[in-house]
Nanobody, 124 residues
Framework: QVQLVESGGGLVQAGGSLTLSCAAS????????MGWFRQAPGKEREFVAS????????TYADSVKGRFTISRDNAKNTVTLQMNSLKPEDTAVYYC?????????????????WGQGTQVTVSS
């Protein structure tokens, strides 16, 4: 069982930065790849970034590559998404998720635990 709680969302102007954090409970955190997804109003939930169990490998959606950075601290059971150069199209509810697979994934169906989400709004 893994419980995930996101924090750090808010309102920011275009070009600004935000850092999202995800605190995980449960002894299996370090054995699971982690990911961030987002869902804008009227759209499907989409992949943003994922990180391997050790934190040594990452994958990003093309839309955020070069602007967002995912990282994890297995000692503290946390995953972080650093978001820079934010754009209005980044506005969405952002979700932290824990994968059921052994390797990081961009597929929503590979994740079996989800946080409640945190709202990010980028104004133009």
């Amino acid at each position: 069982q893994v419980q995930l709680v996101e924090s750090g969302g808010g309102l920011v102007q275009a070009g600004g930065s935000l850092t999202l954090s995800c605190a995980a409970s449960g002894r299996t955190f370090s054995s699971r790849p982690m990911g961030w997804f987002r869902q804008a109003p009227g759209k499907e939930r989409e992949f943003v970034a994922s990180i391997s169990r050790s934190g040594g490998s990452t994958t990003y959606a093309d839309s955020v590559k070069g602007r967002f950075t995912i990282s994890r601290d297995n000692a503290k059971n946390t995953v972080t998404l650093q978001m820079n150069s934010l754009k209005p199209e980044d506005t969405a509810v952002y979700y932290c998720a824990a994968a059921a697979t052994l390797v990081r994934s961009s597929r929503r169906d590979d994740y079996d635990y989800w946080g409640q989400g945190t709202q990010v709004t980028v104004s133009s």
